[in-house]
């Protein structure tokens, strides 16, 4: 079982849909969770954090479900401009001062007009 | 401010060659790490550095060796090319849990 897990889509939706994506990770040790955007032939960049107590940064939620280990995000209204590939990113305590940082392989978005 | 710089952009190798990818991070971050990328398989871990002068192997070292000249470069080296080492290779540094990435480099070992 890979040690975190996102279904690779595509997700393809119209604009202004409403469209949520979960990631589920295997290890009950890992400590922080976070969403990477990554368009197509570029870099990943940080998305968002997600913290326990669910947080919303505009159109984006993310919310962390520890008992049933999966973090999830959704995206409300959405634009073509959110056409991108979403990683899920958990970062895993591996010593008093050593962690490991575990990518999923993505979810593909792409919004039609 | 240029952030995570990596150069080449492009490279096309024959099988045995070798050759060195480059990164430099201009944000005095400790932590610097060097990735491949592959489709269906998202990022693997190839040699991470937590600060100048330390490095670890990650996920998949095997065919690579990496130099972590100072703060600020990162370099990873391919001694003899494979063709399963066509990637997309990115480099990344960290502050606290944020990585910053560099823009990559398509390699094709032919």
């Known amino acids: 079982r890979k040690e975190v897990e996102q279904d690779p889509g595509p997700f393809n939706v119209p604009e202004g849909a409403t469209v949520a994506f979960n990631c589920t990770y295997s290890?009950?040790?890992?400590?922080?969770f976070f969403w990477y955007r990554q368009d197509c032939r570029k870099e990943p960049k940080l998305l968002m954090s997600?913290?326990?107590s669910g947080n919303e940064d505009g159109r984006f939620t993310a919310q962390l479900n520890r008992a049933s280990q999966y973090i999830s995000l959704l995206i409300r209204d959405s634009k073509l401009s959110d056409s991108a590939t979403y990683l899920c990113?958990?970062?895993?305590?591996?010593?008093?001062?050593?962690?490991?940082?575990?990518f999923g392989s993505g979810t593909r978005l792409s919004i039609r007009p | 401010n240029a952030g995570v710089t990596q150069t080449p952009k492009f490279q096309v190798l024959k099988t045995g060659q070798s050759m060195t990818l480059q990164c430099a991070q201009d944000?005095?971050?400790?932590?610097m790490y060097w990735y491949r990328q592959d489709p269906g398989m998202g990022l693997r871990l190839i040699y991470y550095?937590?600060?100048?002068?330390?490095?670890d192997k990650g996920e998949v070292p095997n065919g690579y060796n990496v130099s972590r000249l100072n703060k600020r470069e990162f370099s990873l080296r391919l001694e003899s090319a494979a063709p399963s080492q066509t990637s997309v290779y990115f480099c990344?540094?960290?502050?606290?849990?944020?990585?910053?990435f560099g823009p990559g480099t398509r390699l094709t070992v032919t």
């Open positions: 997600v913290y326990s």
């Open positions: 990113v958990v970062n895993l305590r591996t010593g008093s001062s050593a962690s490991k940082i575990i």
């Open positions: 550095s937590a600060s100048e002068g330390t490095t």
């Open positions: 290890n009950s040790a890992s400590q922080s």
């Open positions: 944000m005095n971050h400790n932590s």
């Open positions: 990344a540094s960290k502050t606290g849990y944020e990585q910053y």
